[in-house]
């Protein structure tokens, strides 16, 4: 079971129900935490999160709990305290980035991505944020203009419902989402479906603290 987050008191025993007993990564709280179940999805290309600073403790952020699940990834923060975003990461002359957002000019993933088969690394960029903070950094962050920018096909749905939807763009992928779409766009069907499936299984543990699951609705620690 991963570290629990017990901020602000931290000689307190755990409650089962407490959001300062949440997991840091799955942001569950003990009873429910699959971080005992991670599963570690090897891939051909990689990922990088970058994470908005409000992210960090909501639970409803899923882009720890995906980069704690994919082998080939990084996470990196914005406004974080005491850590101030380093682009120099996106310099690597081994790696090709693609950030993962949908500007007009934004190239379709599909499966015959032609960067997949050059000779440098594939790395997509996922921004770790709300859409409105997703479009300040797509636009700020040092480094990320000059980037190529890529969206995902229109099938791309959210099936997750951790967030509620934006009352005029409608429901939205999650950051792990996003990720599952990208896998799967590319071709890789069954790391998509592994990933999905323990995904949503912490999904609906989530969901179910919320109260719109009973225990028997969620699969069994």
């Not at 891939?43 to 960090?56: G, K, R, T």
Request: proline share 7%; aromatic share 10%.
């Amino acid at each position: 079971m991963a570290q629990t987050n017990r901020r602000k008191n931290p000689d307190l025993p755990i409650d089962d129900y407490h959001r300062y007993s949440r997991c840091d990564i799955c942001k569950l709280t003990p009873h429910l935490c699959v971080c005992d179940e991670l599963p570690k999805i090897e891939l051909p290309f990689e990922f990088l999160f970058i994470q908005h600073a409000e992210e960090v403790h909501r639970q409803s952020n899923t882009g720890t709990i995906a980069h704690h699940s994919i082998a080939s990834s990084q996470l990196l923060g914005h406004g974080w305290k005491g850590e101030p975003f380093d682009s120099e990461y996106f310099k690597d002359p081994n790696r090709e980035f693609y950030v993962l957002f949908p500007i007009p000019e934004a190239k379709v993933i599909s499966h015959d991505f032609p960067s997949l088969s050059d000779e440098r690394k594939t790395s997509f960029v996922i921004l770790d944020a709300t859409w409105k903070q997703a479009r300040r950094m797509s636009r700020r962050l040092p480094g990320i203009r000059k980037l190529q920018f890529v969206t995902l096909p229109d099938e791309a749905r959210p099936s997750m419902g951790l967030r509620k939807p934006h009352p005029q763009r409608g429901e939205q992928l999650n950051t792990a989402e996003a990720a599952i779409w990208t896998i799967r766009s590319l071709g890789f069907n069954e790391k998509a479906d592994e990933l999905e499936s323990f995904l949503k299984n912490a999904a609906n543990r989530i969901l179910h603290i919320r109260g719109k699951f009973k225990r028997g609705d969620v699969s069994p620690i």
